[in-house]
């Protein structure tokens, strides 16, 4: 019983952490892999190891995409040794987090693009998360692509689907898998730009409406996430435009290619409109509240003013002289507060038509 009881509460302090599922019939971090050919799957839906993927391909004049998430050294270097890779893939794959870009070595291209995702929330506030990132490299060779992704976001199975369903397409070998990958992060960089508009129109409402909080970290909050927003979509330009100058692209790609870079210029203006707006929300809140800072300012200054009438008029009367105007006239009392009330009341009708109260 106390062995039951001493687990239990174990697992209320510290609770166990889940255990993610094996994955079946191909090493850790392998999500899926495939064999390409004519513009279809072979082998239907079933998952391949990639070393007989490799095989298969090179006999049959098809192509692998061989889809990781999240792999280990050891991982990446038994990928390497099936598809030789250079060492430089597998250390740069392993790693993650780099800056979108384009690099060739040899007869492998090498394509970083950063994932996002929108993330959810009732309100924002000082701590909100609003943009999540991560990150895809696409490793694009003669006869074979590996996808790898790092951090929650971007999963690519749905981009498997769709362009398993795309046969044309696919028929390009395995540069449309890059072109698939690039369509759908643009595509969602897109979505996340409409939702933050939505978050940008709120902020607007409560900066410029006429009862507002003084709190305004969020709208900094807000700022840090564009800036996190914006690393993910402005450096993709260019390594964009590198990959149609690229002649292992084939040209029935090109066009799609193309339009890809024509959406990423669209939320490129976006995100940096974002930023400029974000910006110039930003310093209308802070002259708001100098103006608001400035006019309480004024308030407390004018009822300073107020509150030293009769403080003077008590402290000259309360001075301890054996003679003074008044003091032994019996309205010298009520003389000094109506005296008190009439200056005040003067000071207040004064101020308050400046503007000050």
Known sequence: MRGALGRLLENIVHPPKPVAPARIGNPD????????????????????????AARLANRRGAFVWLGLHEPSLSTMNAVAQVFGLHELHVRQAVSGGHRPGVEVFGEVTRLVL??????????????????????????????????????????????????????EVLRQGPWSVAYAVGNRMVDSYLDVAEHV?????????????????????????????????????????????????LSEVPEELRPYLVDVRGKLARAADRVAGFDELVTSILQARLTQVSVDQNHDMRKIASWAAIAAVPTVIAGIFGMNFAIMPGLGSRFGFAGAIIAMIVIGGGVHRTLKKSGWL
């Open 29 to 52: 971090a392998v999500v899926d892999c495939a064999v390409y050919a004519g513009g279809s799957r072979r082998f239907g839906s079933r998952q391949i190891p990639y070393a007989e």
């Open 114 to 167: 950063r994932t996002a995702r929108y993330v959810e929330h009732d309100r924002l506030t000082a701590d909100s998360e609003v943009v999540e990132t991560g990150d895809v490299t696409v490793l694009v060779g003669p006869s074979f692509v590996i996808t790898v992704r790092h951090g929650p976001v971007g999963p690519l199975r749905e981009v498997r689907q769709e362009l398993e369903s795309r046969a």
């Open 197 to 245: 508009e939505h978050d940008l129109e709120r902020i607007e409402e409560e900066t410029f409406a006429t009862e507002r909080s003084s709190e305004f970290t969020h709208i900094y909050q807000l700022k840090r996430e564009m800036v996190e927003f914006k690393r993910a979509v402005l450096p993709l330009a260019e390594p964009m435009s590198r990959l149609l100058e």
